[in-house]
């Protein structure tokens, strides 16, 4: 299962982006995805994901507001928009998958998913 994360960019404080990731297994209304972020000199932290059978969302709470997750299944595709952007979420960002329904609790562990996507650069600054 591959993965393909886009969207990325520049954008000033206080702007907006939307994050792709297209992938064949978000094809059914199954299994779990969740987006990470990973900065400089930091470890991957979770930002926000969604069982995909119920849509349940969990999210990480500086994101809280201003992140949403939502799908396109018929283009296979999951999207995180982000308004609000402060420096802090400058990061690459990756969208990871299982097939697995995971409880709420385990939606932000990394250890959840086995399919990763490549990363996607996002950048806030003025």
């Known amino acids: 299962v591959q993965l393909q994360a886009s969207g990325g960019g520049l954008v000033q404080p206080g702007g907006s982006l939307r994050l792709s990731c297209v992938a064949s297994i978000f094809a059914r209304n199954t299994g779990t995805v969740a987006w990470f972020r990973q900065a400089p000199g930091k470890e991957r932290e979770a930002v926000l994901g969604m069982r995909r059978q119920d849509g349940k969302t969990a999210y990480r709470d500086s994101v809280k507001g201003r992140f949403t997750i939502s799908r396109d299944n018929a283009k296979n595709t999951v999207f995180l928009q982000m308004n609000d952007l402060k420096p802090e979420d400058t990061a690459v960002y990756y969208c990871?998958?299982?097939?697995?329904?995971?409880?709420?609790?385990?939606?932000?562990?990394?250890?959840?998913?086995?399919?990763w996507g490549q990363g996607t650069q996002v950048t806030v600054s003025s």
């Open positions: 990871a998958a299982t097939s697995r329904n995971m409880i709420l609790s385990a939606i932000l562990q990394p250890t959840s998913y086995e399919y």
